[in-house]
């Protein structure tokens, strides 16, 4: 990031085999800890603070998603994971700026989206809803649908700028959830 390489709360660079290769040996070191286990996350950190390499920025710019990076990542890791875990799914965020569908790559057959509406307003349904926000959200839901069928809705249902205050948003979720389906 700004040309040097970043620890701490940052996103890690996600082409770089060994980066890759440490994630995959410790999803199935999680694996085989949790047998019963069905489906193991590996998705990105809560910051926009991404890796600018060459290589990354490249696949983020050809993909025109920063999602683009991500799966690639997230497909690598689970291609490496399924000969030992053939059972086990992986689900990864499409969240906050990985929201958007990348252009061509496509999740592995065991590889679910946990798809994040985070930015839409939920007060009301997002179909009927005018901002961009939700527009797009529109945009992405549609086209999620065109590459997976393997997509899990993490659909908020909060007001973040008054958690304490009740939210009542019956009319709103039961709308969305029949978008959802």
Known sequence: IGGQRVTGYVQRCLTNPEVVRVAADNLIEWMDRTPDGVFFSVSQEDTERLCECAACTAKMEEEESPMGLYLDFVNQVAELVEPHHPDKLISTLAYWFTEK?????????????????????????????????????????????????????????????????????????????????
């Open 101 to 181: 569908p990348p252009k061509t790559v496509r999740p592995r057959h065991n590889v679910f989206i946990r798809l994040c509406p985070i930015t839409i307003c939920v007060a009301h349904p997002f179909t009927e809803c005018t901002e961009k926000p939700a527009r797009d959200f529109s945009q992405y839901l549609s086209q999620w649908g065109q590459i997976t069928d393997r997509i899990i809705i993490w659909h908020y249902n909060t007001n973040f700028k008054h958690f304490p205050m009740p939210f009542p948003n019956f009319a709103e979720f039961t709308q969305d959830i029949a978008t959802y389906h």
